[in-house]
């Protein structure tokens, strides 16, 4: 288990860089106990329903043995024909498995809290469930990961269901490049976007940018967003 949570330690920050999107989430893998993992982004996209602000705060603690605790608040502010403000958060428990030296699978329940960005159809608390399956690889001496996760949640009469897939790779010490891929289903239109980031360690503190697209063809938004990330 010594190698395996050295590994953990290692690639769980990434596993939490995937989730920079909407619905960010702690991947396949728990931090060992007693270790934290802190990523804020802040996004600005334009398109057919004018113009989206958003920020996620995403927290991970490590309880030892597979466990972990994380926190996520996020906000959105929309302004187009209407001023769309809302603010929410979930809280969650999660548990992995060892799947070897590399690989992990995890199951994670989380409770929904405050406002919902899922539209202003959903409303009131509610709860969430995931199951993810990771792995991570070497290549060419340098370390990478790859996350698929599918996940539902629920508020009142409002559902909804998404499933995401996600790639980085430590290509040169101190940088990192993901890509990711998300769908989301249960409104009136699925929704299915893809983004990029490059983010640069210094001394501990991740900083990085992106790019994230509107790929379904149901409708049009696009825009960057910046991201930090420090381990602990």
């Known amino acids: 288990m010594g190698k395996l949570h050295r590994t953990v330690r290692r690639l769980a920050p990434l596993a939490c860089l995937a989730p920079v999107a909407a619905p960010a989430h702690a991947g396949a893998w728990s931090l060992p106990a007693g270790a934290q993992s802190w990523l804020a982004a802040v996004s600005r996209e334009t398109g057919d329903f004018g113009e989206a602000w958003r920020a996620d705060d995403f927290t991970e603690i490590g309880l030892g043995d597979g466990w972990g605790l994380n926190f996520k608040a996020e906000s959105e502010i ?35 809290l405050g406002e919902s960005l899922d539209g202003v159809e959903c409303e009131g608390e509610g709860y969430e469930v995931r199951a993810a399956i990771g792995s991570s690889f070497n290549l060419w001496g340098q370390e990478g990961f790859v996350n698929l996760e599918s996940g539902h949640r629920t508020r009142g009469d409002c559902e909804r269901s998404v499933t995401e897939a996600a790639i980085g790779y430590d290509f040169a010490p101190g940088w990192n490049f993901t890509l990711k891929a998300w769908t989301e289903g249960g409104g009136e239109t699925g929704v299915a976007k893809a983004e990029a980031s490059l983010m640069r360690d210094f001394w501990g503190l991740g900083i990085g940018v992106g790019w994230r697209e509107e790929i379904s063809g149901n409708f049009e938004e696009k825009g960057w967003l910046v991201n930090a990330r420090v381990r602990f």
């Not at 024909?81 to 929410?88: L, P």
């Open 78 to 112: 929309r302004i187009g024909a209407t001023y769309d403000d809302r603010s929410g958060a979930r809280l969650g428990i999660q548990k992995a498995f060892a799947l070897g030296d590399r690989g992990s699978i995890a199951i994670q329940a989380s409770a929904l």
